[in-house]
Each structure stands twice: as structure tokens, then as C-alpha cells.
């Protein structure tokens, strides 16, 4: 049988986190987040992913996402990636979906993307390590809290 190579991947075309989403929020896009150009200003798609990434915390059960644990530890945002593929515009709808896509020893992987109407406008990832607040080093992620981010299949 003769081998294939992969098909390249064209752009836009990445694998849609709303396929395996475990949570998804939807929102607007605001006056004070566009720049002069009318179009959403970079530094706003992080903004939106923390917000996904808080919101799907609360909805697994964790109180105050943004509060250390009564041990001591807490996360520190350790990587970022956004890949912008089309541009979003004032007052459009549209949705951020969030998933777990990795959990390691003292880490957790968010890939997120943002939608609007089947579209992929931006997706990315989010690495946060799991560390001890005094020595600001990194401890294993609780049983606990494991249970809390386990990726679910849909």
C-alpha cells in the first residue's frame, strides 16, 4: 500500500477546541477593547482566555479560582500562545471555548479557541505550574485538584 504524506494544513484550519470543549463562554466584544483600526487589540485575546479559564474553574467547583490553596501553593502563568486567524470587530457575539489539554506533574495546559458563527477567529494555549508560594518553586498538583481539571471526552 503506498504511503501518504500528511496533507498540510491550511491556514485557519486548526483543530477547533469547541470539538472537545469541556466549558465554553459566550461574550460580546466592547467599545473600549478595539483599537483605531475597529478591530479587537491583541492584548485583549489573553484577556479573554483568563476569563474562559476562571469561569471554567468556577464551574468545576473551585470558589475563587484567583486564591492560593491552604497549603501555600498556587499557579503561575508559565507559557502563552496566541494564534490570531481572523479579526474580530465591535459589538460581534462570538464564544471562547476552553479545554484541558494536558495535565503533568505540577502543570496544566488550557487550549482555547475563539468562535463566532463555526469560525475560527483565534485559538491558543495556556500553561499554568502548579507552585509553592514561599520557594516559588514547583509541587505536584493535589489529588484534588487533579480531579478538578481531568480533561472530559465528549
Not at 94 to 115: D, I, M, P, Q
Amino acid at each position: 500500500m503506498p504511503k501518504h504524506s500528511p496533507q498540510p494544513r491550511l491556514r485557519g484550519t486548526t483543530p477547533r477546541v469547541s470539538d472537545r470543549a469541556s466549558f465554553v463562554l459566550p461574550l460580546r466584544v466592547r467599545y473600549v477593547e478595539v483599537d483605531v483600526q475597529g478591530v479587537v487589540f491583541h492584548g485583549h485575546y489573553l484577556t479573554y482566555f483568563d476569563l474562559a479559564i476562571t469561569e471554567f474553574l468556577r464551574a468545576r467547583g473551585v470558589a475563587d479560582p484567583s486564591a492560593p490553596n491552604r497549603e501555600g501553593a498556587d499557579f503561575h502563568v508559565v507559557r502563552t500562545e496566541v494564534n490570531y486567524r481572523r479579526p474580530l470587530l465591535l459589538d460581534q457575539a462570538f464564544k471562547v471555548c476552553c479545554a484541558v489539554e494536558h495535565l503533568g506533574r505540577s502543570s496544566v495546559t488550557f487550549a482555547l479557541t475563539l468562535e463566532r458563527e463555526g469560525e475560527t477567529l483565534s485559538d491558543g494555549k495556556v500553561v499554568w505550574v502548579y507552585t509553592d508560594q514561599t520557594t516559588r518553586k514547583a509541587v505536584p498538583l493535589s489529588p484534588q485538584l487533579r480531579t478538578l481539571l481531568a480533561p472530559t471526552s465528549n
